[in-house]
């Protein structure tokens, strides 16, 4: 069963359905029944034309669905006209391209929240069901449901057509990127999916910068954390293990993006990424150009963390006592400058302070494996004191 081409054909299906007039969420709901009966019966005998099958039994789960509800008798005749009216269009047809854009956008609205945008658009886009998506973040089914339900209520008016703001999407498309894997369903795969098929309806530079960066990430996720579950620093990863393939992909996905001269923050980041992946050692790292590259997203973004990561690079290209300098112009409780500073005070032979400031990180860590990193270095540096 090639749950990887269901998923793709998802957002065609819904495109489909809402163009013959059914409402976003009702629609959802049977592109989602579809997507059900699919797995059942397809392994028995996958079908010549998988779309329209999808489109038919979708189309058939909305109208049982309009009927069965005597108060949305009137919409079900609303419908059914509209659909004789515009010829109701075969399966497969009309602008898909179109229709696809626009349901990223509608899933991306401004008024939901993140994560309501982030559940909307797995389910409505990804193709993955309430069950997995609630397992990848670790929350109850019927708690995603909830969030789902909401996130479709608030869209249900929003106009089909109406212009998307492809700076939303990226966004959500990068909180999907940023959870990585739990549950049954690797979020960071996924999220490369549905970026690179954005990529293939919509001619953005940006969009292409975000692809870039999370190949550049993804190439490395092996390296990460170590067999036990502990966190390995980017500068003791073994670089031999790096997925030299991506690299090479969004690289030239980089270059064809910068090239056209519309710099963005997810073309400035893909750099730094860039210049990480093209360093055969920690130490031949090219630790100026990054800081060059982080001053221009300074400039794009004026982002506390981005300065934050700016004053640690200018710590590895200038010295530590300069990276302490630029930290200092920050705000100490931004989230990681207490990790930051005990980094830099450690290369600068400081090591009683930067024990201490390990110990205060880790007490604000973002997640375990966070925080039992930084307390196993603050236990390294106190050992090495009592020496």
Known sequence: ?????????TPGVLGILVRRGADFAAAEDAVQDALLEALRVWPAGPPQDP?????????RRFLDATRAETSRRRREELVLGAGLAQGAPEPGSGPAVDEELQLYFLCAHPSLTPSSAVALTLRAVGGLTTRQ?????????ATMAQRISRAKRTVADVRFDRPGDVATVLRVLYLVFNEGYSGDVDLAAEAIRLTRQLAAVIDHPEVAGLLALMLLHHARRATRTAPDGSLIPLAEQDRGRW?????AEGVEILQAALARDRLGEYQAQAAI?????????????????IVEWYDELVRLTDSPVVRLNR?????????PRAGL??????????????AAAAYLHERDGDLDTAARLYTEAARTAANLAERDHLTRQAARLNARARR
Do not use: C, F, N
């Open 1 to 9: 069963m090639d749950e990887a081409l269901l998923r793709s054909l």
């Open 51 to 59: 779309k329209g099958w999808l489109v038919t039994v979708a189309w």
């Open 133 to 141: 998506i609630a397992q990848a973040y670790l929350v109850p089914e």
């Open 243 to 247: 997925d030299t393939r991506l690299i």
């Open 273 to 289: 990424a860039a210049l990480h992946a093209d360093a055969p050692s920690a130490e031949e790292t090219d630790w100026v150009q």
């Open 311 to 319: 004053a640690v690079a200018v710590g590895e290209a200038d010295g």
């Open 325 to 338: 300098a630029a930290l200092a112009e920050l705000d100490d409780s931004l989230p990681r400058h207490a």
